[in-house]
């Protein structure tokens, strides 16, 4: 629309008796009028044309910048898609054996046996970041701290650098997935803490049922010293074939491992040998004390009345334990015989059975056994003493997320003549878990 101007037009009535008009003159101003019309009708709307362009020009410049701020958010949901976030929280409840009770010291406690939250990053195909904090009563620690990589032109094979579980059964079986509240004594002897840090080559066959892994670490007597004192380097390698048999609801793993490595003598040489006897002339400063040994595993799935599982590791070989002497270049010649290294033959195994109740319960029963020392029977100290430890379990899945467990620990020690019975160190463990 637009305003017309006001026109006077003549008034030919009251003109009749008036001199004849001048037709010339009156088209001549008609014309005129005509033209002033839309030319103020042409001029008002090429305001109006131009003010609307003004309006999509502004608006076409909100859209563009809110395309680009949908196309950045849009990155960064890409790349928080990528990030897997999972975790759990294990509260525990335990009550003790008197003898494994000191003076004034609670009989029973309640406490967070594990709260960690794992973090894996995967930006591409074939390669992932994995971070994973523990904040357990009282301690804070980094667990897993590593990535993996997919070799390049060598199908099924990648490559891990940095913090992770050595390659074992039970040490790679997670903590939140395990039948039994802890893992079995003669692994925790020899793989303390379960991860070290170094690289590990891994191979899972996909039309040969064979996974294969070999890892290079430090090898620190302890497995937490973060960095390596020695230049040497412990090998452990493990090998897994499995058999499938779907007719007879079968499945079976069949595994070898093996361990190679060992400890400088740094400051102490004064060695503790195999027969338990106090060596300071066969050993000196810079030497290696052996940390060789080999394991064979088994474990077999089946499906007889809603599942049952039977899984078994056994190890033997060569270990050896520092002294806090051997780190301490100001440390005494009597503290150092005090405390000497010691080199030792050790031998263990461990045997579930693991029965199905249902969809929401499950039995367990689990026998281990570890002699720190095979050499000597009746071993007059006390953290080397044989152990047989039966341990009764059952776990309730209230659903995917919630599990509550029982576990009571029977552990039987070997006695000697500072040790004359076997200790009441029974425990009994209640476990609430939540995962997510």
Same mark, same amino acid.
């Given at each position: ?48 044309? /131009? ?53 004034? /010291? ?232 005090? /405390? ?97």
């Amino acid at each position: 629309m637009c305003n017309l101007p006001v026109i006077l037009i003549p008034d030919f009535c009251t003109m009749k008796n008036q001199v004849k008009p001048d037709y010339t003159e009156m088209k001549r101003l008609l014309g005129l009028t005509i033209f002033t019309i839309f030319s103020v009708c042409g001029y008002s709307q090429n305001q109006a044309v /131009d003010s609307l362009k003004e309006v999509f020009d502004r608006l076409e410049g909100k859209i563009n910048a809110l395309d680009e701020r949908v196309l950045v958010n849009e990155a960064d949901l890409g790349k928080l898609n990528k990030i897997k976030v999972s975790g759990y929280v294990q509260a525990q409840w335990e009550n003790y054996g008197k003898d494994l009770v000191k003076t004034n /010291d609670p009989a029973n406690n309640f406490y967070i046996r594990r709260a960690r939250v794992k973090f894996m990053y995967e930006p591409l195909d074939g390669i992932k970041f994995v971070i994973q904090p523990d904040f357990s009563t009282g301690s804070l620690s980094l667990k897993d701290a590593y990535a993996v990589v997919n070799i390049p032109k060598l199908k099924n094979f990648t490559l891990w650098a940095g913090q992770f579980n050595r390659p074992d059964y039970e040490v790679e079986y997670s903590s939140n997935q395990r039948e039994v509240l802890e893992r079995s004594r003669i692994i925790r002897a020899i793989y303390p803490g379960e991860r070290e840090i170094g690289v590990k080559l891994e191979y899972i066959g996909s039309k040969i049922p064979l996974k294969f892994q070999l890892m290079a670490m430090n090898g620190n007597f302890t497995g937490t010293q973060a960095k390596d004192y020695d230049s040497k380097k412990d090998l452990m390698g493990r090998l897994v074939y499995s058999i499938k048999l779907p007719d007879a609801g079968l499945g079976i793993d069949l595994g070898a491992n093996g361990y190679f490595g060992g400890n400088r003598i740094k400051y102490n040489t004064f060695v503790s040998n195999l027969e338990g006897k106090l060596d300071s002339t066969s050993f000196t400063a810079g030497d290696y004390l052996d940390k060789n040994w080999a394991g064979g595993e088994i474990q077999i799935f089946a499906d007889i009345l809603g599942g049952m599982a039977f899984k078994g590791e056994y190890v033997a070989g060569v270990n050896s334990a520092s002294s806090s002497t051997n780190q301490d270049s100001k440390a005494k010649l009597a503290d150092m015989r005090r /405390d000497p290294i010691k080199l030792r033959n050790f031998s263990g195994y461990y045997i579930y059975l693991i029965k199905n109740i249902g969809p929401k319960n499950q039995f367990v029963a689990k026998y281990d056994y570890y002699d720190p020392n095979t050499k000597l029977s009746g071993d007059a100290a006390k953290n080397e003493l044989f152990y047989k430890t039966f341990t009764l379990a059952w776990q309730y899945y209230l659903n995917d997320n919630i599990r509550l467990s029982f576990n009571y620990e029977l552990p039987k020690n070997e006695t000697n003549s500072t040790n004359t019975k076997d200790l009441k160190d029974n425990t009994l463990g209640v476990r609430i878990q939540a995962k997510f």
